[in-house]
């Protein structure tokens, strides 16, 4: 079992930045993909950006591109979100979530474990 627990999330003004973090409970970690998934209130949640197991491929979601880097620590097992630029409409709740195949898709349905959710709110 895979336990993932975000953090970092909170109030920011427009254009600002935060880091968000996800902690994964398993040895394993450098096997699995990891992904940021986003969902704000009255919306279904959508992709946000990927990385690949080993950290050599990543893909984001063409809102975020340029402003959103994703990165991982595999002997921290940790995975992070940089986020710059913020702007009101990535006011979300950020969920990371983990894929045993490692390929870190932009599909929710590829994903088998899913953190609890960090509140990210940008104020204009």
């Known amino acids: 079992q895979v336990q993932l627990v975000e953090s970092g999330g909170g109030l920011a003004q427009a254009g600002g930045s935060l880091r968000l973090s996800c902690a994964a409970s398993?040895?394993?970690?450098?096997?699995?993909?990891m992904a940021w998934f986003r969902q704000a209130p009255g919306k279904e949640r959508e992709f946000v950006a990927a990385v690949s197991y080993r950290g050599g491929s990543t893909v984001y979601a063409d809102s975020v591109k340029g402003r959103f880097t994703i990165s991982r620590d595999n002997a921290k097992s940790t995975a992070y979100l940089q986020v710059n630029s913020l702007k009101p409409e990535d006011t979300a709740v950020y969920y990371c979530a983990a894929d045993s195949y490692g390929l870190g898709s932009k599909f929710t349905h590829d994903y088998e474990y899913w953190g609890q959710g960090t509140q990210v709110t940008v104020s204009s």
């Open positions: 398993v040895r394993t970690f450098s096997r699995f993909g």
